[in-house]
């Protein structure tokens, strides 16, 4: 899923016509003073990060004057929540806060639903997941019918809120679920959904992320990577999200998990996965030899030798990787030859630039034999450190991690290190 920021979201609310609260997103703390005076009331500065929980690590924080917001808006810019840098922060005004709700609409894939389901719930302000079940609408969603106002009211109506504010309730819900139809959503909430001491009824928060199939449809996001990224991406992210974006022969999945300033403290392998479950095993035999894996890879289904090798090339691209570990631990249905032609091409261009580089391949499966010997004779006279592996140890994630320690090992020696 292709994820917003928080203001990303709340500007599409505000054109379907859900009720925001006034604010600005800004990256500094003089912009945000200026934002705050601008609104001209007390204001909350919120870090614009893809991660929950950011009240619990102080990157919600409440300011009454423009010096304030200023000063606030300084200590949270720059620092981490759950790993990733806040580099931008919406100011808004601070509500007046009467009662607190949840709304919201999700994808359940369960066999037996496969449909949006829409959510309420008169206690907002926790995780959905904590409420009691009585306290919770849901409405599972006839896509070809769709949702009515009536549906909304009803939903409001049955966790016992029946106030003056009920078909404005009634409404947000009702466009919610449109603003989830309209931009392909994958989840869509907003959390709390807030009324006022003066009867309106304002989107406080906004959880947003688009189907990865739909990104397509919708460049005025300005979506970079259609799929789930837990962080801003890379400029590595973005090169490597171009093999897939228009080839979908095979998957050429490559994300950065390094940053350079952590491969510049040694440790880390270029790290490429035949197959996702089954990577994992190559991840965890690294970090079972005190190695890491500077990004994730996987060519599975089938790609092509083009594929492999512009994913292998981008991994071996990447500074001060001590090897490159193709993990194939599995036994592959898909023709392994083209794994091999792409890494006999990729190989013969980068090892020879780098004299005594390690290079461990686990490669077994359909095809097996011939690409055991595409590989030994493309790679022969290579002067790295090269050592090949077949069916005999597809499930040896203990040698094959062994293997590849020693031979960082001897690089390292070999360069005084």
């Not at 200590?75 to 806060?97: N, S």
């Not at 590989?375 to 002067?383: F, H, R, T």
Request: hydrophobic residues 40%.
């Amino acid at each position: 899923m292709a994820r917003l920021y928080e203001y990303q979201g709340k500007d599409i609310f505000k054109k379907s016509g859900i009720t925001i609260p006034e604010g600005q997103v800004v990256k500094t703390p003089e912009d945000a003073r200026n934002a705050a005076e601008r609104i001209g009331k007390p204001v909350v500065v919120k870090a614009q990060v893809w991660a929950g929980g950011r009240g619990k690590s102080g990157a919600v924080r409440f300011a009454d004057t423009p010096d304030e917001a200023e000063k606030v808006a300084g200590e949270i810019l720059g620092m981490e929540v759950k790993g990733l840098e806040v580099k931008q922060v919406l100011v808004e005004e601070k509500l007046d806060i009467a009662q607190e709700f949840y709304a919201g609409v999700i994808i359940n894939s369960a066999r037996e639903v496969r449909a949006p389901v829409v959510m309420f719930s008169t206690e907002g302000g926790v995780d959905i997941e904590s409420v009691p079940e009585d306290k919770i609408a849901m409405l599972t969603v006839d896509v070809l019918r769709g949702i009515q106002p009536y549906d909304t009211l009803n939903m409001a109506l049955s966790v016992g809120f029946s106030g003056k504010a009920l078909r404005q309730l009634g409404d947000v819900i009702y466009k919610l679920y449109n603003v989830f139809k309209n931009y392909d959503c994958r989840t869509v909430e907003i959390n709390p959904l807030v009324l006022t001491k003066d009867g309106k009824v304002y989107a406080a928060d906004c959880r947003m992320a688009i189907d990865d199939a739909g990104v397509f449809r919708h460049p005025e996001l300005g979506i970079r990577i259609g799929r789930e990224f837990l962080k801003e991406p890379t400029e590595f992210d973005l090169m490597a999200w171009t093999f897939e974006e228009e080839d979908f022969r095979g998957t050429s999945y490559v994300a950065q998990m390094a940053s350079e300033s952590e491969l510049k403290q040694g440790g880390y392998i270029g790290y490429h996965g035949i197959g996702g479950g089954a990577a994992i095993l190559g991840v965890d035999a690294l970090n079972k030899v005190g190695l890491k894996a500077a990004d994730y890879a996987d060519t599975s289904g089938n790609p092509t030798a083009s594929k492999v090798y512009r994913v292998a090339k981008i991994i071996l691209s990447m500074p001060n990787i001590e090897g490159y570990f193709l993990a194939g631990f599995l036994m592959a249905n898909q023709e392994q030859w083209h794994h091999a032609h792409g890494l006999v091409k990729v190989l013969r261009e980068e090892i020879p630039k780098r004299p005594g580089f390690p290079v461990v391949l686990l490669l077994s499966g359909n095809k097996e034999k011939e690409s055991q010997e595409i590989l030994q004779e493309g790679l022969k006279g290579l002067p790295g450190r090269i050592e090949i592996y077949d069916r005999e140890h597809v499930y040896d994630a203990k040698f094959i991690g062994g293997r590849v320690r020693a031979l960082v090992d001897e690089y390292r020696k070999e360069r005084g290190l």
